[in-house]
């Protein structure tokens, strides 16, 4: 019986076996091949968000702020241990890339009113209570890092918040500012570096910088608002390229290093100083508007009556800063990156600035590391950077983008940033368009931290009316070199906006948990959304990027040139390129659904979604222009990025906007053919956008 029944039984192990053996293989062959079952990526993205708590990201938190951390001293040596160790305990594949950048620290600074009887009066610098500013135990003194060195003597013009504007009025009282100190509130429109800029301009000797404070929001008195005062971002000796220990540097007096420092000493002043000299001010009453605000004991603009010395000594040095990174490899795709950053280095305590946000990134890191406990791999690469040395001029980021530039504009489908990730109460957002839908659809899914029931879009298109999103058009946070360097779609989010304590002592823990986000919700929520970005774009088969909102977007934008623009200047090739790239981004959007319903499963199927995600990421890079932005050319894409004269309303194409700005001054011919010229540039860029997203040469 035995016999009998062996042969043919063996006979069909045999045969099962290889029928196995075949299974495994095109079993092998299609779980390396098929789109991810989308059931699955659900349920990751389900477990995400459940695996939520506030005591982690609170526990995290603490531990950022326990002491001050400015790039380059010491003590923030710790906190890219504490980092690192975290994302090394995670398990995590974990690197640190230091570069060796210039960086900037006072010595010594004094400002003193001199009275006409001999008498004089050194103010107060430092915020009120604080005393033991020492650089090497971290907490620094209030300064403007890149600052000159130098000592200014003369009397005193209020100019408001410094905008040309201001000067214009300040110019039609009789009151001139050269050879004066000009004395200006700080205000949402105009950047520390440009406040500084033109009052060099208007001839001014030095600039002392205040702050109004808000009571309302706590009880803090008045910090003093550090920062940076450089133009340009990135290391000044190493423009353009990244500053490695042994690499290429060029000398402090060279003309492209001098450039990029004022050429005036400026210093910010505690806001009862500044009341100190405002109420010694002469000369013309200030208009109604200036003296609205109501907090300011400001009556006449200057120049004074007394003159006021102001001393400013710094160090300007070479300094190591350290960027840290956790990669998580793609399993289908680990050759394209979705990068989530933020910066670690702060000029105090950096509770709001930047570490809330380094909290939610270091909880995101927690829950990634769990769903891959769970079985979860990416689709794509994930690359969590922790940047140094932002609050100089987004140095960290910068060095790394320059360092990285090939295998970013091949590989890089998203930067997702966050700096301040709690500030207060309400959900902001910012972003290049053909991310706008999927910021939508992820604020569906998170809940709004300050209600019972709603979600975050759900509260968020109330407060405007509508969920807006703002576009990343400022150079104040790291997406700038990726964005308008390298040409990655980007994302900037954050909660609650103008928190009073900004670059000040008070930037703490208590006032985080005093003021802001008692019991951390508004920073699980970020890290909600920004997690759920982060999933989809890394395991999305087909990149979520729409670029009809992209293309909806530039014809708002020329609309809007059609109303300020001579009828002597033509929009033709603008609107010719947006039609080009709606048409291509329709095509996309079709090839995306049809290909989302294919169940084929070869490798084509594979091939050619490869090949649509890459022309989805690439469409961007098309906005990046090689001679960059006239006078700026490190700044490459025409759509978003500095312009040059804050008069102008127009906060996109900056190369248009500097050219409408500055062609003021020309005739009319020359001043049409200025504007013109820029208009072509950025046709043309929408073009090679447009281009790019066809995937087809002509
Ligand atoms: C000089 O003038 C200032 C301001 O008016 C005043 O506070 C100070 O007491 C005067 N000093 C002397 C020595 O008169
Ligand atoms: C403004 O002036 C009033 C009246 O002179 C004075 O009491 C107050 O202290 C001043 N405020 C500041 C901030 O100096
Ligand atoms: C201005 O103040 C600085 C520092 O106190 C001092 O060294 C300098 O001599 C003063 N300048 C003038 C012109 O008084
Ligand atoms: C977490 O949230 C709960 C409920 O709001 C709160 O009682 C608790 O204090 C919070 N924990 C921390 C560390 O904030």
Same mark, same amino acid.
């Given at each position: ?123 107060p610098l430092n915020e009120m209570g604080i005393s033991n500013y020492d650089v090497s135990s971290g907490l620094i003194q209030p300064y403007h890092a890149f600052s000159p060195s130098g000592t200014v003597q003369g009397k005193v013009v209020f100019a408001n918040h410094g905008t040309e504007d201001d000067y214009g009025v300040l110019g039609r009282m009789g009151v001139k500012v050269s050879g004066c100190i000009v004395m200006v509130k700080k205000g949402d429109s105009l950047g520390r570096g440009a406040v500084v800029e033109i009052a060099e301009k208007m001839g001014a000797l030095g600039v002392l910088l205040y702050a109004e404070g808000d009571v309302s929001r706590g009880s803090f008195g008045f910090g003093v608002e550090r920062g940076t005062v450089m133009k340009g971002v990135g290391d000044p000796l190493t423009p353009g390229w990244a500053g490695v220990e042994d690499g290429e540097r060029l000398e402090l007096d060279d003309n492209k290093v001098a450039e990029r420092f004022p050429g005036i000493p400026s ?62 490899? #793609?399993?289908? *795709?680990?050759?394209?990156?979705? !990068? ?5 280095? $702060?000029?105090? /305590?950096?509770? %709001? &600035? ?41 140095? #960290?980021?910068? *060095?790394?983008?320059?360092?990285? !530039? ?5 590989? $890089?489908?998203? /930067?997702?940033? %966050? &700096? ?279």
């Amino acid at each position: 019986m035995s016999l009998n029944l062996t042969k043919p039984n063996s006979s069909f192990t045999l045969c099962s076996f290889l029928f196995l053996v075949i299974l495994v293989v095109i079993g092998l062959y299609t779980v390396h091949h098929l789109p991810r079952n989308p059931k699955n990526a659900l349920l990751f993205r389900q477990l995400f968000l459940s695996s939520a708590t506030n005591y982690t990201v609170s526990s995290y938190l603490r531990s950022l702020t326990s002491h001050p951390h400015l790039a380059g001293t010491k003590p923030s040596l710790e906190t890219i241990h504490y980092v690192k160790t975290h994302f090394q305990n995670l398990g995590l594949e974990t690197h640190t890339v230091p570069f060796r950048t210039l960086l900037s620290y006072p010595l010594h600074a004094s400002v003193s009113m001199l009275f006409s009887n001999g008498t004089v009066f050194n103010l107060p610098l430092n915020e009120m209570g604080i005393s033991n500013y020492d650089v090497s135990s971290g907490l620094i003194q209030p300064y403007h890092a890149f600052s000159p060195s130098g000592t200014v003597q003369g009397k005193v013009v209020f100019a408001n918040h410094g905008t040309e504007d201001d000067y214009g009025v300040l110019g039609r009282m009789g009151v001139k500012v050269s050879g004066c100190i000009v004395m200006v509130k700080k205000g949402d429109s105009l950047g520390r570096g440009a406040v500084v800029e033109i009052a060099e301009k208007m001839g001014a000797l030095g600039v002392l910088l205040y702050a109004e404070g808000d009571v309302s929001r706590g009880s803090f008195g008045f910090g003093v608002e550090r920062g940076t005062v450089m133009k340009g971002v990135g290391d000044p000796l190493t423009p353009g390229w990244a500053g490695v220990e042994d690499g290429e540097r060029l000398e402090l007096d060279d003309n492209k290093v001098a450039e990029r420092f004022p050429g005036i000493p400026s210093l910010p002043l505690p806001f009862e100083s500044a009341q100190l000299i405002l109420e010694s001010l002469r000369g013309p009453l200030a208009p109604q508007r200036w003296r609205d605000s109501g907090r300011s004991n400001l009556s006449r603009v200057g120049p004074g009556l007394v003159m006021v010395n102001l001393t400013y000594e710094g160090e300007k040095k070479l300094a190591t800063i350290y960027n840290v990174f956790a990669v998580i490899r #793609g399993l289908e *795709e680990p050759d394209r990156y979705v !990068l989530m950053g933020n910066h670690r280095d $702060a000029w105090t /305590y950096g509770a %709001v &600035d930047p570490n809330s946000g380094t909290a939610a990134l270091l909880d995101i890191a927690r829950r990634y590391a769990l769903l891959m406990r769970k079985g979860w791999k990416p689709r794509r690469t994930i690359i969590f950077c922790s940047w140094d040395a932002e609050e100089f001029g987004m140095i #960290g980021s910068t *060095e790394w983008v320059e360092q990285n !530039l090939v295998n970013l504009g091949a590989k $890089a489908t998203a /930067y997702l940033n %966050v &700096d301040c990730a709690v500030q207060g109460p309400g959900f902001f957002a910012g972003a290049t368009p053909q991310l706008d839908n999927l910021i939508f659809e992820v604020t569906k899914k998170v809940k709004d931290p300050d209600s019972e029931v709603a979600t975050i879009y759900d509260k968020w298109k109330t407060m405007n009316g509508k969920s807006n999103i703002e576009r990343l058009t400022g150079v104040d946070s790291d997406f700038a070199p990726f964005l308008q360097h390298a040409g990655v779609p980007s994302v900037d989010i954050y909660y609650g906006r103008d928190f009073p304590v900004y670059h000040t002592v008070f930037d703490s823990f208590n006032w985080m948990i005093n003021n802001a986000d008692p019991f951390f919700w508004r920073h699980v929520a970020v890290a909600g959304v920004w997690g759920l970005l982060g999933l989809h774009l890394a395991d999305d088969p087909i990149l979520p990027f729409d670029y009809l909102s992209y293309a909806k977007q530039l014809q708002e934008y020329t609309d809007t040139l059609s109303r300020v623009l001579d009828a002597s200047i033509s929009l033709i090739p603008l609107a010719a390129s947006i039609q080009e790239l709606t048409s291509a981004a329709k095509q996309a959007n079709d090839e995306t659904k049809n290909l989302m319903v294919l169940e084929l499963t070869d490798g084509l199927l594979a091939l050619k979604i490869r090949a649509l995600n890459d022309r989805l990421m690439l469409a961007e890079r098309g906005f990046l222009d090689t001679d960059g932005i006239k006078g700026k050319e490190w700044f490459k894409h025409l759509i978003y990025g500095p312009r040059s004269n804050q008069r102008s309303k127009l906060d996109f194409f900056p190369g248009i906007s500097d050219a409408i700005a500055e062609s003021t001054r020309m005739s009319g011919r020359d001043r049409d053919a200025t504007i013109q010229h820029e208009i072509w540039r950025v046709a043309r860029a929408i073009q090679r956008a447009a281009a790019a997203l066809r995937g087809e040469v002509i």
